[in-house]
């Protein structure tokens, strides 16, 4: 059974820093694409940053500001988080794709999920 358990949120002024992980069980996260999706209040969940078999690809507003990476000894996917800003306060969930090719955009796409920790950052 595969289980993910994000961790590292906070309250964080703006243009201050956070890393988030994502530890997983059941899996090898290595071997599975990987993505991070984020719920503003009152909004929908979307796309964040994602580790797919191409690379490394992240939504407009986040590039330059957050990195994602994996740590196959720790299985565990991270999203570093600099120069923050109020509009990225949501909660963030990581997730996983049981493989094969698809829209890493997408949240649907995703198999697996944590259950979200919550990022606020004030101005």
């Known amino acids: 059974q595969v289980q993910l358990v994000e961790s590292g949120g906070g309250l964080v002024q703006a243009g201050g820093s956070l890393r988030l992980s994502c530890a997983a069980s059941?899996?090898?996260?290595?071997?599975?694409?990987s993505g991070w999706f984020r719920q503003p209040p009152g909004k929908e969940r979307e796309f964040v940053a994602a580790l797919y078999w191409t690379g490394a690809y992240y939504t407009d507003s986040v590039k330059g500001r957050f990195t994602i990476s994996g740590d196959n000894a720790k299985n565990t996917v991270y999203l570093q988080m600099n120069s923050l800003k109020p509009e990225d306060t949501a909660v963030y969930y990581c997730?996983?794709?049981?493989?094969?090719?698809?829209?890493?955009?997408?949240?649907?796409?995703?198999?697996?999920w944590g259950q979200g920790t919550q990022v606020t950052v004030s101005s």
């Open positions: 059941g899996c090898t996260f290595s071997s599975y694409p």
């Open positions: 997730a996983a794709a049981a493989g094969g090719s698809f829209d890493y955009t997408r949240a649907y796409n995703y198999h697996f």
